[in-house]
Structure formats: structure tokens, C-alpha cells
């Protein structure tokens, strides 16, 4: 796999290859037969291990077939703006009523899972936890959920942490979500796009109108990235979307630095429209 480059991440690639004219073989099938036995060994020495329960599973996958058999994936008809699934058919471009009485300011948002017991915990397990070993699974999912969204993108960049809480965290669970479907997607990837120039508090259960208040003017554009993101269609990284008032925060920025178009992919999603809390 291609690793990062800059801010951006390449493509996969096989390297240079000379055949092997007396064997009548090519190197990539012996590294191909490599990589598989590396696997298989790998999983011998560190067999794979619930991204939840943390217990060594029998078989392939990362969670127990009892616990995957109770995420729910937004696979339906859902809203044309922020991605809210809908419970009965509708028309394709339909928009959900919070959204008709007050548009976000990201043009659209999905999300591969709605945040319940199971995806909280994976989210949890990625945010607190530092759970790697699942970012390819999960971005995986990501991806499905906005292909159409990733297919017109020029950018991928995650929502930041603000330096004090990122020295303490240690990392950016959103950044690593945004360069594992850059990877997959092929899509640039910058991680330092944005910047929270705000300390604010953990949004927990405060109420939609007091997140709103608490990332007001938390975030800005660097100046180092002002030509990436003008008008370009960016794509929006975060790990789960609640009421919006990040998202939206965010997309305000990114556009007022000339972005042409703010899309958000998440991890996760709230079952209920953007007034809702965790």
C-alpha cells in the first residue's frame, strides 16, 4: 500500500518487477505467495482479536458474529443533506424536515452505522483506546457509505484536535479514519487543513444549541492551505456526527476559505435529525 506523502497519501502500487525468463514467473507472484504466507503466519504469532471484547476470535473478521449481528449499517433511502435515514420510501433527492427548515452548512453528510450500543463502543475503542487494528474494517465501511461523495473529491481532511488535547490524547482519531479512506479512496489527503484555534469543553450532552455556541469561531483554515482548499470539493472526516454543530462549524470555515463544496463522512450517526444528543 502507498504510505503518506506530504499531506497527501499515493496510490497503490507493485514496484518495478524484472520476469524471470527461465522460470517462466514473475516476481509479483512470488511476492503475492510471500505476503500470503506473512499473513497467514502473522495471524499464527498475533491471531486477531475482538475489536470489542478484546478476546482471540476463531476465525477471520473483528467482532463476534453476535455483536456484528446488532450494528445497524444506513444502507436505506436517507436524506439528501445530512444523511438521516428515512423509515418509509421516498423520493431519491428527498430532504428530511430539520434540514428543509434549516440547511446545514455542509452541502452532505453520510455515515455507515448509527451510533448504538455496539458502534459506540467501537468508536470508543478508537478514541480513547487508540484501536488501530480495526481502521481498515471501519474506513472500509466509511467508504461504502460516501462513495458518492468520495467520487467527485478533490480533499480529504479530518476535523482537528486542539493542540492541548491532542498532547494529551496523543492522537486524532478522525485523522487516522481520514488517511485510512484516503488510502482506499485515492482521494489527497491533508491532515493539517484546519486548525482549532479554540479550546473547547467536551461536548458530552450539551443540547444542540450550546454545541453550536461551544465551536463558534473554533476553527480556521492555515494559511499554508488556503490554494489546497479553494475551490476545491472537500470531503469532511469525523467519527460521528450528533446534532452537526462541529461538522457545520467546520464547513463554515472550509467555505469561507473559497472551498467550493463541504461533504462529511462519519464513522457513526445519531438515529434521530440534528437536534439530537448522545
Known amino acids: 500500500m502507498g504510505g503518506l506523502k506530504g499531506e497527501g497519501l499515493g496510490k497503490s502500487s507493485l514496484p518495478n518487477v524484472a520476469t524471470d525468463t527461465r522460470a517462466g514467473k514473475t516476481e509479483p507472484r512470488r ?23 478484546h478476546r482471540e476470535l476463531p476465525g477471520p473478521g473483528a467482532l ?30 428527498q430532504v428530511c ?25 467501537l468508536v470508543l475503542g478508537l478514541k480513547y483506546q487508540g484501536r488501530r487494528d480495526g481502521l481498515g474494517m471501519l474506513s472500509g465501511w466509511m467508504g461504502n457509505a460516501g462513495a458518492e461523495l468520495l467520487a467527485g473529491a478533490d480533499l480529504i481532511t479530518p476535523v482537528p484536535l486542539h493542540y492541548f488535547r491532542l498532547i494529551w490524547r496523543g ?30 469543553p467536551i461536548q458530552g450532552n450539551l443540547s444542540a444549541d450550546a454545541r453550536r455556541r461551544n465551536v463558534q469561531g473554533a476553527f480556521k483554515v492555515r494559511s499554508s492551505r488556503l490554494k489546497l482548499v479553494k475551490g476545491k470539493r472537500v470531503v469532511l472526516v469525523d467519527d460521528v456526527l450528533t446534532t452537526g454543530a462541529t461538522a457545520e462549524a467546520c464547513a463554515r470555515t472550509l467555505k469561507r476559505a473559497g472551498a467550493a463544496c463541504v461533504d462529511v463522512i462519519t464513522l457513526a450517526r ?7 444528543t448522545i
Open 31 to 53: 511476492l503475492r505467495r510471500r505476503v500470503r504466507a506473512g499473513r497467514t503466519l502473522a495471524g499464527l504469532i498475533w491471531p486477531q482479536r475482538s475489536l470489542i471484547t
Open 64 to 93: 463476534e458474529p453476535g455483536l456484528w449481528s446488532k450494528l445497524t449499517f444506513i444502507t436505506g433511502q436517507q436524506c439528501a443533506r445530512c444523511g438521516l435515514p428515512f423509515e418509509i420510501a421516498v423520493e431519491p433527492d
Open 97 to 121: 424536515g430539520a434540514c428543509l427548515a434549516d440547511p446545514p452548512a455542509y452541502d452532505r453528510a453520510r455515515a455507515a452505522l448509527i451510533y448504538g450500543d455496539i458502534s459506540r463502543d
Open 171 to 200: 492522537f486524532n482519531q478522525s485523522g487516522w479514519l481520514a488517511a485510512a479512506l484516503a488510502q482506499s479512496s485515492g482521494v489527497r489527503l491533508s491532515v493539517d487543513t484546519l486548525k482549532r484555534v479554540k479550546a473547547t
Open 270 to 276: 445519531v438515529a434521530g435529525p440534528r437536534t439530537a
